[in-house]
């Protein structure tokens, strides 16, 4: 059987429990479709919008006394287990709709393993939270120690690390249920930053780790043969929305650098993606990346839509 790991975006969840209930059954239906087709999976999913609605509810829960403050990670966990939920139950219920008995589908609360010397911690450039007035900001950041900067004029926000990820701690236990078969959401949210103490233990961090490369990186360690970003469009393109707009059915490694630096992509929006699905090529140089809309992803598999990035 081929492996294939996917990337779903946190946006795509919604942003209540009832717009995510309700659009995680077109999650479910896509990869129960990639099952069908005789693919081990594994899902990583996003949480913007979720992590932030946590994180927003213990900050204003700690400003009236009512509960104690909340650090990053272990909002981070709430929201993998939260989403995974969700996911997880949808997906078995597309499984039995479709007779297929002998998957089992779990959720794996994810450390993602970063380096304390990454040079991200230096300079913090991820907004989370809600926005302050400019006197609400100095006040925090003379409480807490933390960052807080300007954020496209309507207030200032957090500021977190976003450092590269090295490895993830569960690596042994997530090949362990693969092999048995099971479809794993991991890697929620870019997993649970941590860092390595002098014991050897580890600690969680302050940190938001890109989900796409989190995705590639887990993609690498159980050893994927497919790596799939999942986007709101079909394809990938150069010249976006402009009259000359040009799809992309499939590029190589050194076409999609070229399309880098000529700007084609953003770097809120596709770079990113862009560049965590090379990563994955780079290191396996006989797989295949390919990023594609969640309602086509099957297709993409076949070929039929979606683009590809490979080798060469």
């Avoid at 900050?59 to 990670?73: A, R, T, Y």
């Avoid at 569960?170 to 014991?199: F, K, M, W, Y």
């Avoid at 809120?268 to 006989?286: C, N, R, T, Y």
């Amino acid at each position: 059987m081929k492996r294939i790991v996917i990337a779903l975006g946190g946006n795509a969840l919604g942003n209540t429990s009832e717009e995510q209930l309700e659009r995680v059954r077109i999650t479910a239906a896509a990869v129960v479709n990639i099952v069908k087709a005789g693919y081990e999976v594994v899902v990583c999913h996003g949480n913007g919008p979720q992590v932030g609605m946590i994180n927003l509810a213990f900050e204003k829960g700690h400003e009236v006394g009512i509960v104690p403050d909340m650090q990053l990670p272990e909002c981070t966990a709430m929201s993998q287990g939260y989403i995974g939920y969700h996911l997880q139950q949808a997906i078995d219920q597309e499984l039995v709709r479709n007779h297929i008995e002998d998957t089992v589908v779990i959720t794996m609360l994810t450390q993602v393993i970063v380096d304390e010397k990454d040079p991200a911690f230096e300079n913090p450039t991820k907004p989370i939270g809600r926005y302050y007035d400019e006197a609400e900001a100095k006040k925090l950041m003379e409480e807490t120690g933390r960052k807080y900067v300007e954020d496209s004029g309507r207030g200032y926000r957090r500021v977190v690390a976003s450092p590269q990820p090295v490895s993830i701690y569960e690596r042994i236990s997530l090949n362990t249920l693969i092999n048995a078969n099971h479809v794993v959401i991991a890697g929620g949210g870019g997993g649970i930053p941590v860092v390595r103490d002098g014991d050897g233990s580890y600690h969680g961090v302050a940190a938001v780790v890109d989900k796409d490369l989190a995705a590639e990186k887990l993609a690498e360690l159980v050893e994927a043969d497919v790596f799939v970003i999942l986007t709101a469009v079909d394809r990938v393109s150069i010249h976006f929305g402009k009259p000359n707009q040009e799809d992309l059915s499939q590029i190589t490694l050194a076409q999609a650098e070229q399309y880098i630096e000529e700007g084609h992509f953003a770097a809120g929006s596709m770079l990113p993606k862009v560049k965590a699905a090379m990563k994955f090529i780079e290191q396996k140089k006989d797989g295949i990346s390919i990023i594609c809309s969640l309602e086509k992803a099957a297709e993409a598999l076949n070929g039929t839509t979606g683009t590809r990035i490979v080798s060469r």
